[in-house]
């Protein structure tokens, strides 16, 4: 069939009772065993004596989206003739930097069609755009079905409670178990295992296609910078002796552009440059490209004799290159605010000491009119709007 998933907003959806019901001839029975040496612990799937049904009329607490004890939580559905057939929602978990997900159903009607899966890719993307170090959740033992469909989906199961819903949870055969789905663990990359160069016109389109690849849906639905890179690339501002590429394996795997900037103070300005889009392909994200890229491009400006660098880009990621926020710079945004997003780089000792005022990077970056992105996206694949948290709209 076909289905679109949708962010299910708190405000519409909070307090909805998520009807999950099943019934089961099997469980997995889980004992546990005091033995000389610690604990002997078994699960094992077993057939029930007569099918077991469970549904929320049973629970003094039925599932519901955005219950108050879920402070981030986020959902997305599917609906048909607007009616909610499938959600799931997640959590974060911010202590231990996991993702959990706390509801996940698929009406009976539409289940083995894929849904399912697709929910739980969105949660895998959430958790992969925030660098969750894995993701959790929980089901009952016998819950026979989500137990097999979960270790099909990569996730496996790390722990377990006797004694969560009643105290004699082992006896009924409901024990609460925990299942965990960790990210691939990523090999950072040496400088000699990627090629960093100057791009051809014969790159374009695959420049502008990773970098589609690397902002879709992180700020915004869709995105707008390989709209930027295409423009540019034509802007009198930009710096292309300083811009470069990376490419392993023939792929074109990140980029950074730079482009001319200043600070005006009153009559004085100074020029300083700026860069963005800086971006590496999804898939390699993680790897230590877009530092090498950084690296490498921060001695080329420091060689030709730059002062220092502004930008606006991620306060998580920039300050472990040396960034610094603009503040300690004497330096604010055009309207005369400072954020932890707008930072600034000496590229020599003390070279922006005497600079101070306000930024103003070149027009193109704020010249992106939303119909002229919609055409020119026209010339890529076409991939899905979807809304994630953390998005500015």
């Known amino acids: 069939?076909?289905?679109?998933?949708?962010?299910?907003?708190?405000?519409?959806?909070?307090?909805?009772?998520?009807?999950?019901?099943?019934?089961?001839?099997?469980?997995?029975?889980?004992?546990?065993?005091?033995?000389?040496k610690g604990f002997a612990i078994d699960i094992e799937k077993k057939d029930f004596n007569e099918p077991v049904t469970h549904s929320p009329e049973e629970c003094d607490f039925p599932d519901k989206l955005y219950q108050d004890h879920w402070e981030n939580a986020y959902a997305w559905g599917v609906m048909v003739d607007d009616e909610l057939i499938a959600t799931i929602e997640t959590d974060e978990e911010?202590?231990?930097?996991?993702?959990?997900?706390?509801?996940?159903?698929?009406?009976?009607?539409?289940?083995?069609?894929?849904?399912?899966?697709?929910?739980?890719?969105?949660?895998?993307?959430?958790?992969?755009?925030?660098?969750?170090?894995?993701?959790?959740?929980?089901t009952q033992s016998c819950n026979v079905n989500a137990v097999d469909f979960y270790q099909h989906e990569g996730f496996t199961l790390i722990g377990m409670d006797t004694c969560c819903y009643r105290n004699n949870d082992l006896k009924r055969k409901e024990v609460r178990l925990e299942f965990g789905w960790f990210p691939e663990e990523k090999k950072r990359l040496n400088r000699e295992e990627v090629e960093i160069r100057m791009e051809t016109r014969d790159d374009w389109y695959n420049v502008e296609l990773m970098t589609q690849h690397a902002f879709w849906n992180k700020h915004h639905l869709g995105c707008d910078e390989h709209y930027l890179v295409h423009k540019l690339r034509q802007d009198k501002d930009y710096l292309p002796e300083l811009s470069r590429i990376a490419v392993k394996n023939r792929e074109v795997i990140g980029c950074i552009m730079y482009s001319k900037a200043k600070v005006i103070d009153g009559e004085s300005t100074h020029e300083i440059i700026t860069f963005g889009p800086l971006c590496v392909e999804p898939k390699w994200q993680g790897c230590g490209v877009g530092e090498l890229l950084l690296r490498e491009t921060m001695k080329l400006a420091a060689d030709k004799g730059y002062k220092g660098i502004v930008i606006f880009g991620e306060p998580e990621y920039y300050p472990r290159i040396g960034f610094k926020t603009c503040d300690n710079f004497n330096i604010t945004t055009a309207d005369g605010k400072n954020f932890d997003a707008f930072m600034g780089f000496e590229l020599a000792k003390d070279s922006m000491k005497d600079i101070k005022g306000k930024f103003y990077e070149s027009e193109v970056f704020v010249d992106l009119p939303k119909e002229e992105v919609e055409e020119y996206n026209k010339k890529f694949p076409k991939l899905e709007k979807l809304r994630f948290p953390g998005q500015w709209d």
Do not use: C, F
Not at 6 to 31: C, M, S
């Open 94 to 138: 911010l202590w231990s930097n996991r993702l959990r997900i706390t509801e996940l159903w698929v009406s009976e009607k539409y289940q083995r069609q894929g849904i399912g899966h697709a929910l739980i890719e969105m949660a895998k993307e959430q958790a992969r755009r925030e660098r969750r170090r894995a993701i959790i959740l929980e």
């Open 1 to 36: 069939m076909d289905y679109e998933i949708i962010h299910l907003p708190k405000d519409k959806w909070k307090g909805t009772i998520i009807p999950i019901k099943y019934t089961t001839d099997k469980y997995y029975d889980v004992t546990v065993n005091k033995t000389d």
